[in-house]
């Protein structure tokens, strides 16, 4: 099992990060009391290089590996995509890869999946988003600020923008479900502001992705 986690700028907001790393936390101890080959890579822009949870097996990884996730700090602008290309650079091996991100990119996604794939990895997507970006308040005259380019865009009529923007989220979610499926994996969206037990037991474990 290798863990992708998505530490990038815009991950910081409203929670996004530290329920990244709860769940990353979950599946990696499922993964290592089941004897499985358990790896964490890390990619917030600050190095060419990935933070890396060396590949290993068994309960005694347990400890080292909630360490490196607890510290595990964020920022930087690396999209999702370049994330999993630089991963692919250092892992070796077949299995299932969790990439747990916002997926808010405007990369080539579907390549990235490609590249995971024909690596030998299932590709397993959860999507984490905060409850602002899930259930937006915003009306009136608005100027936006992506937190990783600074780019801004201004916005005269809220309500019009707020059905193009779900609109646009479903449609991402859908895209994102579909190109796990195809690749023998699964996806699945949550909100930042579950709280733990919710995660895993309401979601993780009714959907399949962690056993009790």
Same mark, same amino acid.
């Given at each position: 099992m290798v863990l992708l986690v998505d530490a990038s700028t815009s991950m910081l907001f409203d929670g996004k990060l530290q329920m990244a790393k709860q769940?990353?936390?979950?599946?990696?101890?499922?993964?290592? $009391?089941?004897?499985?080959?358990?790896?964490?890579y890390a990619v917030?822009?600050?190095?060419?290089?990935?933070?890396?949870?060396?590949?290993?097996?068994?309960?005694?990884?347990?400890?080292?590996?909630?360490k490196f996730l607890e510290e595990l700090e964020g920022g930087g602008s690396?999209?999702?995509?370049?994330?999993?290309?630089s991963m692919l650079k250092f892992h070796r091996g077949r299995g299932?890869?969790?990439?747990?991100s916002d997926f808010l990119t405007l990369g080539d996604l579907n390549r990235s999946m490609n590249l995971l794939y024909s690596s030998g990895?299932?590709?397993?997507? $959860?999507?984490?988003?905060?409850?602002?970006e899930l259930h937006p308040n915003v009306q009136g005259d608005l100027r936006f600020v992506?937190?990783?380019?600074?780019?801004?865009?201004?916005?005269?009529?809220?309500?019009e923008l707020l059905n193009v923007y779900h609109d646009q989220r479903?449609?991402?979610?859908?895209?994102?479900?579909?190109?796990?499926?195809?690749?023998?994996?699964?996806?699945?969206?949550?909100?930042?502001?579950?709280?733990?037990?919710?995660?895993?037991?309401?979601?993780?474990?009714?959907?399949?992705?962690v056993q009790r």
């Open positions: 769940a990353a936390a979950a599946m990696g101890i499922m993964g290592l $009391l089941n004897v499985e080959r358990v790896s964490v917030h822009g600050r190095s060419d290089r990935p933070g890396v949870f060396a590949p290993g097996t068994g309960r005694t990884r347990i400890r080292p590996m909630l690396t999209p999702i995509e370049t994330a999993i290309e299932v890869a969790v990439v747990l990895l299932e590709v397993w997507g $959860l999507q984490i988003l905060s409850e602002a992506d937190s990783e380019t600074q780019e801004t865009l201004d916005i005269t009529n809220a309500s479903h449609l991402l979610q859908t895209t994102l479900d579909a190109m796990c499926r195809r690749r023998q994996g699964r996806f699945l969206s949550v909100s930042s502001g579950f709280s733990f037990s919710t995660l895993l037991f309401e979601h993780l474990c009714r959907q399949g992705w």
